[in-house]
Each structure stands twice: as structure tokens, then as C-alpha cells.
């Protein structure tokens, strides 16, 4: 199992999705 590998994924992708959010969701005037 590589559950590591799962979780360093998610968290690289929690935080590419916030960072879009960020500039993005949060602000919609971009």
C-alpha cells in the first residue's frame, strides 16, 4: 500500500486548489 504517497499527493493538491482558489474563488475579479 502506499498510503504516504497518497497523502503527499492530496496535500499537493489541497494546496494547488487553494492556491487557484485564492486568486480565483475567493477573488472573482481576476
Given at each position: 500500500?502506499?498510503?504516504r504517497r497518497m497523502r503527499?499527493?492530496?496535500a499537493?493538491?489541497?494546496r494547488q486548489a487553494s492556491l487557484v482558489?485564492?486568486?480565483a474563488c475567493c477573488h472573482?475579479?481576476?
Amino acid at each position: 500500500m502506499e498510503t504516504r504517497r497518497m497523502r503527499w499527493r492530496a496535500a499537493d493538491i489541497a494546496r494547488q486548489a487553494s492556491l487557484v482558489c485564492n486568486s480565483a474563488c475567493c477573488h472573482p475579479r481576476v
